[in-house]
């Protein structure tokens, strides 16, 4: 059965895209954490993270990095927060997320309810920072 996130991979469900390349795929989250929340996937889907082949995985968080630079460059913060829960969605993935204290990766927190305008925008500050 394909995950959530593999229908935003297939273009079935919209997303608020960061970045992409041939095999991952980086978008806003659209429960975040904090302003500037992005989730990092594989394109292929495999369940757990660790379930996913050496190279590729390498690979994963090679476009991570790419992704949180950019992150870093526009969004104010001290830090990019990197945390894999994978119990959520059955799709391997990295959550990135602006913050500034340890309790900012707490992801029992109330989630932000962002408009549509501002989740548009920071998309676009972060991806033109890539």
């Not at 919209?14 to 980086?26: M, Q, R, T």
């Not at 460059?73 to 391997?92: F, M, S, T």
């Amino acid at each position: 059965m394909k995950s959530v996130f593999s229908r935003i991979v297939n273009g079935e469900i919209s997303s608020f895209k960061i970045g992409e390349d041939k095999e991952h795929l980086a978008f806003l989250d659209i429960f975040p954490l904090a302003k500037g929340h992005v989730l990092v996937i594989p394109k292929k889907q495999t369940d757990y993270i660790f379930d996913i082949n050496s190279d590729e995985y390498l690979s994963l968080w090679k476009f991570s990095q790419k992704i949180a630079k950019a992150m870093n460059k526009v969004l104010v913060c001290k830090r990019i927060g990197v945390a894999v829960i994978g119990l959520e969605v059955p799709h391997a993935h990295i959550h990135l997320v602006p913050i500034n204290n340890v309790s900012d990766l707490n992801f029992e927190r109330p989630k932000l309810k962002l408009s549509e305008e501002q989740m548009r925008s920071i998309a676009q500050k972060i991806r033109a920072a890539i």
